[in-house]
Each structure stands twice: as C-alpha cells, then as structure tokens.
C-alpha cells in the first residue's frame, strides 16, 4: 500500500502571501491530520479532519485552515504569511478518527517565509 | 493543559549498548502512547505503541513499558545499531472522537561506533 503523500516537498514564499499544501491520505483511511513542526515549539497539531469534516483543532491563528475533500485527500492553507510560519508541515492519516487510532505521517512539506 | 515532558533530549550510547528514552505526561485520560523515529528530511514513523491496559510491549530490539500510575511510559532499545540514530519522539492522546497526539519534544540519538 502507497504510504501518505505530500505535496509539494519543498516551497518558499515571501510574507503575506498564502500557501496550499496538498495531503493524500493511505488508501481506505479517511481521517487527515496537519501537524507543524519547527526548531522551537516540536511537533503542534493544527487540525484534523474525518468525513470532511474538522473534528479537531489546534491552539493555532485563523490563517491556518483547511480541507478534506469526498476522497480523503486534504488541503492545508495559510493566508498572509509570516516569518514564523517557516516549518516543516505534515500530514498524517489513519483509517478512523478517535484518540486511539495509530497515525501515519507523510514525508511533510517544508515552508521557508522569507 | 495537555502535556508530555521527554527526557534525555540528547543521548549518545556505544554501539551494542542499550538505549532508554523516558517521558511523563500530564493528562490522566490518556490511554495511547506511540513512538515514532524521525530521519532526516523524512516524516516521523511509528515504530511501537502500547495502550493503557498493557504494561509493557516488545517488538525485537525495541520495547515499551507503561505506568499508568506513575504517568509514565520510556522506550528501550536494546543492541543498538547505526541505523538506530535519528530523532525519536513519545507521544500520547486520549479516548475521545477526534484524532489528536500530543508529542514530547524529542531525543535525539546518536550510535557511536
């Protein structure tokens, strides 16, 4: 089975622009979590999603949203960059939501805000 | 709030020796706690989870223990290989209806030959 997927790897962007990051679940898991990593504060999750739904959300500003779409795949935008946003973003995916289910991460989508 | 403390945050052990990561965490309903191993430029990868009604799981060269009691969990690896360096995270989430870890900080292992 094709382990989670992202895209794009890598991506730079300048401030106050926006961003979208792509995730495509294992298939037959239907909920997509985004978690950001950085130096500083280590792995935080933003936000999950299951059945298009968001059952989930981090301690994180308004910019950061997302998606799911009716084949699980998922999208994670963040409007009007900032410097502090440079991280490393993963997605990870299990085959149903709750607190017990064992997630499986993708390689994540490194984000440089200059 | 949630929150999972993880210790050493560096270790350095020979190779053939044996490893151990601790960590402690705060919430008392948590009841999953999963390992995972970070390579460089690769996402993090499960290597061992336990639940809380098991104390203690082995898988070859990797073992996990649990005390509930204690909020406790530590990671063991026995043999240690130079595969085995890379940057190793606890973490733990609780019985509810959404998916949510919470991660320790990390351990970064080093295998020296």
């Known amino acids: 089975k094709a382990g989670v997927t992202q895209t794009p790897r890598y991506l730079i962007k300048t401030r106050g622009q926006q961003v979208t990051l792509s995730c495509s679940p294992i298939s037959g898991h239907r909920s997509v979590s985004w978690y950001q990593q950085t130096p500083g504060q280590g792995l935080q999750f933003l936000f999950e999603?299951?059945?298009?739904?968001?059952?989930n959300k981090g301690n994180f500003p308004g910019r950061f949203s997302g998606r799911q779409f009716s084949n699980s795949r998922s999208e994670m935008n963040v409007s009007t960059l900032e410097l502090g946003d440079s991280a490393l973003y993963l997605c990870a995916s299990s085959p149903r939501t709750g607190g017990e289910e064992t997630q499986y991460f993708g390689p994540g989508t490194r984000l440089l805000v200059l | 709030g949630e929150n999972v403390e993880q210790h050493p945050s560096t270790l350095s052990v020979q190779e053939g020796d044996s490893a151990v990561i601790k960590c402690t965490y705060s919430?008392?309903?948590?009841?999953?706690f999963p390992w995972y191993k970070q390579e460089l430029g690769k996402g993090p990868q499960l290597i061992i989870d336990i639940r809380s009604n098991v104390g203690e799981k082995k898988d070859q060269r990797i073992a996990v223990t649990l005390n509930k009691t204690a909020k406790h969990f530590s990671l063991h690896i026995t043999e240690t290989q130079p595969e085995d360096s890379a940057v190793y995270f606890c973490?733990?989430?609780?019985?509810?209806?959404?998916?949510?870890?919470?991660f320790g900080s990390g351990t970064r292992l080093s295998i020296r030959p």
């Open positions: 919430d008392s309903a948590s009841n999953y």
């Open positions: 973490a733990s989430s609780g019985y509810s209806s959404a998916s949510k870890i919470i």
């Open positions: 999603y299951f059945s298009e739904t968001q059952r």
